[in-house]
């Protein structure tokens, strides 16, 4: 049996979800997919996917393996890709995912230059308001707000974004500015999740104030949007407002009493290793980022 190409049939399986799925994107008959994967379970002494009539998914064995297996198969790629030349050469698939907001108004654009320098290149970029894992998920790159967890992944710090209470001029204008987080109770409230008893907004040296929000939505968009209506007040990152900011459609307040600034990391898990796809788009976004005055207050 051929290992890593039965390693890279199982991550086929995984990112699919499904034995035909993976037959499809690798141009094998069904059975042959099966099959391998038998192989290769039997050779491991473990079932790798639970198996029913509809799906598969990983069982815990198949996790771990997963990790290993991305790894194990991208470092042969990327030495089989540095005696071929495309360490010096952008070429393949990018796979790249950050935070919806700050996906859609500053990597999105990036990724269009990208792609314009690079002909050989493609990209796959995925926006999403929660932590990937990037190896388990099969991502090249992340983009991470706030401070990182200890992992063996390669970071980049390129700037950083505030916290930040803002409002439409017009609500300033009838309802006034606030002075310090307490006048806050006397303010209209909009909040972009649930707020608990033991949860609020953060302000310097750690104060939290516990907010009671009369109007609450499920997306920073949707609380930005109803701040640039003129109904009430938010809190959301600096970077989901820079546009507004910019054009004056959204005002700050409270400047003087908001907490550290998030620090924003360009992550991934190639090291020195890295191919140059990877090494072309963290230095594009590094210089596009550190010029940003919204991404570097």
């Known amino acids: 049996m051929d290992q890593l190409r039965a390693m890279e049939i199982f991550i086929a399986i995984a990112d ?24 290769l379970e039997e050779e491991l ?22 990790e290993d297996a991305r790894r194990i198969t991208g470092e042969y790629h990327d030495a089989k890709d540095a005696i071929r ?30 792609l314009d320098q690079y002909p050989d290149t493609s990209v796959e970029a ?29 970071a980049v710090r390129v700037g950083s974004v505030r916290r930040v209470v803002c409002a439409c001029p017009s609500y300033f204008e009838q309802y ?17 999740s649930p707020i608990s008893d033991t949860d609020g907004w953060r302000f310097l040296d750690n104060i939290i ?3 009671k929000p009369r109007f609450q939505v499920n997306s920073n968009s949707a609380a930005i949007a109803a701040a640039k209506s003129g109904w009430g007040l938010t809190q959301v990152l600096s ?30 898990p190639e090291g020195r290793t890295a191919s140059a796809k990877v090494r072309a788009f963290v230095e594009l976004a590094r210089k596009s980022i550190r010029r940003n005055p919204y991404l570097n207050p």
């Open 16 to 39: 699919s979800g499904g034995f035909s799925g993976a037959a499809r994107s690798l141009g094998l008959s069904a059975p042959s997919v099966t099959r391998i994967l038998g192989e």
């Open 209 to 211: 104030v516990k907010v």
């Open 239 to 268: 970077y989901q407002i820079g546009p507004e900011l910019g054009s004056g459609g959204l005002q700050t307040a409270l400047s003087e009493f908001e907490p550290e600034p998030l620090p924003i990391h360009i992550v991934h």
């Open 85 to 114: 030349g495309t360490h010096r050469e952008p070429k393949g698939r990018l796979r790249i995912t950050a935070p919806v907001l700050f996906g859609q108004h500053y990597i999105l654009p990036l990724l269009t230059d990208f």
């Open 126 to 154: 995925t926006f999403l308001d929660r932590i990937a894992n990037i190896v388990e998920e099969g991502f090249d790159i992340a983009i991470r707000i706030g401070p990182l967890a200890d992992s063996s992944l390669i």
């Open 176 to 192: 006034g500015v606030p002075q310090a987080p307490s006048d806050l109770a006397r303010h209209r409230i909009i909040t972009s």
């Open 45 to 66: 002494g473990v079932l790798l996917f639970h198996r029913t009539t509809r799906a598969v998914s990983l069982t815990d064995p198949g996790r771990t393996f997963l």
